[in-house]
């Protein structure tokens, strides 16, 4: 006989079903008699109120298996909920293990840098040059002043009365070189360079350091004079 519930095979004079305990005869055929096709007559347990009675266990049977399962089921959802909660806890414990590890190198490397210090330079105070000019008969005087040092300068005039052309005058620091130059003219000889009435070079270019205001005369001589002169001897 095959169980109408699960399908299993069962023998013919079995009531309930050996594998899932349903019953494997319906209620209204349990008070006939039935004649199988050799004519044998086959005995079906009959169902009386004591009989009903013995059907309710099956009933009972299937429906703790089916609590069983469903609890097995709850308890499997519960496991998985565990897993999950714990997997979570350890994702969250490592990433909040990297942020701190991340923001203590941060810090780390935040407080071992090397300060920058930006120095702006205080604008110069130099006191601008000042230049006092003074001027007497005689010569003028000419000095620069800065904070940290004093620079005099002073003046070489050159000049010439006749017979020829020098060249050299400006103004000059103190203890600068200075060279002037005299060229005679045709008919004229360089007689010397004369300072205050005196000759102090009777080379035509001549080279001296300045230490003062200095006014030099070139003097050149008429070619006849000298002539006549060395005639005369």
């Known amino acids: 006989m095959r169980c109408k519930n699960c399908g299993s095979e069962n023998e013919d004079n079995l009531y309930i079903c050996q594998n899932c305990g349903s019953p494997l005869y319906d209620e209204d055929d349990n008070d006939a008699l039935a004649e199988d096709e050799m004519g044998k007559t086959k005995v079906v347990p009959a169902v009386a109120g ?19 399962e469903k609890q097995k089921q709850k308890e499997k959802t519960i496991a998985v909920i565990v897993i999950l909660a714990v997997v979570l806890a350890v994702v969250v ?30 604008p110069s105070t130099t006191a601008p040059t000042t230049t006092t000019t003074t001027q007497t008969t005689t010569q003028t005087t000419t000095e620069s002043t800065t904070k940290s040092t004093t620079v005099v300068e002073y003046n070489v005039t050159v000049s010439c009365s006749q017979g020829g052309e020098v060249e050299g005058d400006g103004v000059y620091a103190k203890g600068e070189k200075c060279t002037v130059i005299a060229r005679a003219d045709d008919g004229f000889v360089f007689d010397g ?29 008429d070619y006849s004079d000298v002539t006549d002169y060395v005639d005369e001897e």
């Not at 990433?95 to 935040?110: H, P, Q, R, T, Y």
């Open 50 to 68: 004591s009989s009903r009675g013995t059907a309710q266990p099956a009933h009972t049977s299937r429906t703790n298996t089916e609590k069983d």
């Open 193 to 221: 360079w004369y300072k205050n009435g005196k000759r102090v070079s009777s080379n035509e270019v001549y080279s001296f350091s300045v230490k003062s205001n200095t006014d030099l005369e070139a003097v050149f001589t």
């Open 93 to 122: 414990g490592v990433l909040a293990a990297v942020l701190i590890s991340n923001s203590k190198s941060k810090n780390d490397v935040e407080d071992t840098s090397v300060p920058i210090v930006t120095t702006t330079e205080a």
